[in-house]
């Protein structure tokens, strides 16, 4: 099978779209296009909405568990073709191959989790209200909102979206998703997948374009109940609005300029690999990215020369390398705004220990430096704005009372890491962290059953364990005459 398809898929057929107006997807190594997808217009996005809308009363009538076969059958169908897929991801991301392979299999265990969640749901669904008030009884129902609309990003394609689709399908929800032009195909196979599981047409509708129109269109859409967004922070506001217009729910997981904070005693290999690795992962591009390094002045230097050793270390290639560590950023417009960032930064003039530029090993590619910059001052702009690439910047503090102030000195607050060896400080830190997931010790990894979404700018909601789907039901109390 292909999986790298050129189309919408509306109400169970794939779609050419009715502009006939297409835009290139780019391999970020070579820079040429490795396909085209069309341009939905409001036009194709509203017959996607109400294929969602017919699908909705037969699906959201479906038994939890019965819909827990279908997506069952969907995630067997995404691990049925990673053969064809990673590459595809590799190709259109510059993801290497174990981050593309990470992207299809956080997406089949999250799939995975909220089937079992869609079973479970079925004792949840209806439940008796404890109070005794005489002559009154109440129950609580739990409904799914309706025909829900996701506007997806292009960093981790299919795992994102999947934090969305899990839930909202074993709510009983029906979707239309808006893949990111910049990196479609992972989202599209979905309609294979979707054929494949034999899901029944309409509850499942693909629309692509860009985030000006198609995007645009299905914010505004008055038949969609909710808006589930990842992006960007400005993105997000105008999503906000558009959203406002017919009182649509949100869900929206925005960006971050996350903190990690190295105490005195912290092992020092442990914090340069996940200070390192906090910003390196696909290349810095997530909203996790620990890209504020906090470390207590007495160990930075140390901490500071392990961090350029393993920086200089590091293989930036095409991912047709086996051994590279770093592939490209995605897009031409991540290149220069993460290029943009390091003009700054000399304009500025902070203080770069490695790395700070385009890679000097490439004449094609969007190729830039693993980089460090130390003593860099609060008010840069590279200290307080998310830069989405692999770009660590350091300042140094006196105590813990000053470490934790520093870290959640910003407008955004989606994660926080913390090196110790101290557990008692290590829970009282992370209790005082604005910060939707804080992790102490160990690498940022997201599993289904925890909780991913931020304080402040970084967003609304919760996606994921029982918050995931929470935010696909609506709670109805019924109250009778007893
Ligand atoms: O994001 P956008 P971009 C951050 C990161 C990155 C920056 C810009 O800092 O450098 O955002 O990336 C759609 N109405 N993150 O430009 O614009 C768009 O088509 C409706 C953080 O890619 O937010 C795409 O599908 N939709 C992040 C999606 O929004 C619109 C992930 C994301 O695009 C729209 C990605 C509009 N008016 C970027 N305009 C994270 N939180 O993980 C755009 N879109």
């Known amino acids: 099978m292909n999986v790298l398809i050129e189309r919408n898929f509306i109400n169970g057929a794939w779609d050419e779209g ?16 490795i396909g085209h997808v069309p341009e939905a217009s409001a036009g194709d996005v509203d017959r996607a909405v109400l294929a969602a809308i017919d699908a909705f009363p037969a699906w959201s009538a479906l038994r939890g568990s019965e819909r827990a076969v279908y997506m069952r059958k969907m995630s067997a169908a995404i691990a049925a ?29 999250c799939i995975n989790y909220f089937a079992d969640r869609a079973e479970e749901l079925d004792a949840r669904r209806v439940t008796p209200v404890d109070y005794d008030i005489p002559g009154y009884r109440s129950t609580t129902r739990l409904e799914p909102m309706g025909p829900v609309g996701f506007i997806l990003p292009w960093n981790f394609p299919m795992k994102i979206c999947s934090w969305k689709l899990g839930p909202a399908l074993a709510a009983g929800c029906t979707v239309v998703i808006k893949p990111s032009e910049i990196a479609p195909f992972a989202d599209i196979f979905l309609g294979a997948a979707a054929q494949e599981a034999g899901l029944p047409a309409g509850v499942l509708n693909i629309v692509n374009g860009r985030g000006a129109v198609t995007g645009q269109a299905l914010a505004e859409h008055p038949g969609l109940r909710k808006i589930s967004f990842t992006g960007s922070t400005k993105t997000g506001k105008t999503i906000m609005k558009a959203a406002a217009e017919d009182v649509k729910n949100i869900g929206l997981e925005l960006g971050g300029k996350s903190p990690i904070v190295v105490f005195e005693d912290a092992d020092l290999d442990l914090a340069a690999s996940l200070a390192a690795e906090g910003v390196f992962y696909n290349c810095g591009q997530c909203c996790n990215a620990t890209g504020r390094l906090l470390v207590h002045e ?56 490695t790395g700070g530029g385009r890679h ?17 001052p609060k008010t840069s702009r590279l200290w307080q704005e998310e830069i ?26 989606l994660a926080a890491t913390i090196i110790t060896e ?25 599993p289904p059953q925890t909780s991913w979404g931020g304080f402040k700018q970084s967003g609304i909601g919760r996606e994921l364990g029982p918050w995931g789907l929470a935010g696909f039901l609506e709670v109805k109390t019924v109250t009778a005459r007893r």
């Open 18 to 33: 009715s502009t006939g107006v297409s835009h290139a997807v780019i391999n970020p190594v070579t820079e040429t296009p």
């Open 422 to 446: 101290d557990e008692e400080r290590a829970e009282r830190v992370a209790a005082q962290l604005d910060a939707g997931h804080v992790y102490t010790n160990v690498s940022v990894a997201i």
């Open 81 to 109: 073709h990673m053969d064809d897929l990673v590459p595809m991801q590799m190709a259109s991301c510059g993801k290497p191959r174990a981050e593309a392979e990470a992207d299809f299999r956080g997406s089949i265990d």
């Open 298 to 353: 007495n160990i930075a230097e140390a901490l500071a020369q392990k961090i350029i050793e393993i920086s200089q270390n590091q293989i930036v290639d095409s991912p047709d390398n086996p051994a590279m560590t770093i592939g490209p950023l995605a897009s031409k417009p991540q290149y220069d705004k993460v290029t943009g960032y390091m003009d700054i930064a000399r304009e500025e003039g902070l203080n770069c220990r």
């Open 360 to 376: 000097p090993g490439f004449n094609t590619g969007y190729f830039v430096e693993p980089t460090l910059y130390t003593d860099v």
């Open 388 to 413: 989405f690439g692999p770009v660590l910047c350091l300042r140094t503090f006196k105590d813990e009372t000053e470490a934790i102030r520093e870290a959640n000195d910003t407008q955004y607050g």
